[in-house]
């Protein structure tokens, strides 16, 4: 019987963004199995959590970017050994290290989807993360 449930992968859900909000690289890191795959945002092929971390925090992750973001509702589905979240998110993202006039990312539309397991210690980890805009 597995110990995944709806209400533990939302839990799971709201770490993760606050991790990310948070600027916090090593909570990040840690909430992906160490086989984990990203599909960015923008991104055209998938690509490693670790890789994706890493980038996160090179881009975004310094004292002179604000992050807000948040999920919108969380559709959870069960499976025996893993579960999928679905859900809506915003994201914005505003860099003065990039210059006089800085940068901003304002993500209003956001979907992602995410597989968690569990590993050996019957933590919940993310397997895969799927990230995309919703076009208008």
């Given at each position: 019987?597995?110990?995944?449930?709806?209400?533990k992968?939302?839990?799971?859900v709201?770490?993760?963004w606050?991790a990310?909000?948070?600027?916090?690289a090593?909570?990040?890191?840690?909430?992906y199995?160490p086989?984990?795959?990203?599909f960015?945002?923008?991104?055209t092929?998938p690509e490693?959590?670790?890789?994706?971390v890493?980038?996160?925090?090179?881009?975004?992750?310094n004292?002179k970017t604000?992050i807000?973001?948040?999920?919108?509702?969380?559709?959870v589905t069960?499976?025996?050994?893993?579960?999928?979240?679905?859900y809506?998110y915003?994201?914005?993202?505003?860099n003065?290290?990039?210059g006089?006039?800085?940068?901003?990312?304002?993500?209003l539309?956001?979907?992602?989807t995410?597989?968690f397991?569990l590993d050996?210690?019957g933590?919940?980890?993310i397997?895969?993360?799927?990230?995309?805009?919703?076009?208008?």
């Amino acid at each position: 019987m597995s110990n995944i449930s709806s209400e533990k992968v939302r839990a799971e859900v709201t770490r993760y963004w606050t991790a990310f909000t948070g600027k916090s690289a090593d909570i990040m890191a840690s909430m992906y199995a160490p086989y984990a795959m990203v599909f960015p945002t923008w991104a055209t092929r998938p690509e490693p959590a670790r890789l994706t971390v890493a980038r996160r925090q090179r881009e975004y992750f310094n004292p002179k970017t604000s992050i807000t973001g948040y999920p919108g509702e969380i559709e959870v589905t069960l499976q025996d050994t893993t579960a999928v979240a679905v859900y809506t998110y915003q994201l914005h993202i505003v860099n003065s290290e990039t210059g006089p006039r800085g940068t901003e990312s304002h993500t209003l539309n956001g979907r992602a989807t995410q597989v968690f397991a569990l590993d050996h210690e019957g933590k919940l980890k993310i397997v895969h993360e799927h990230l995309s805009v919703a076009r208008k």
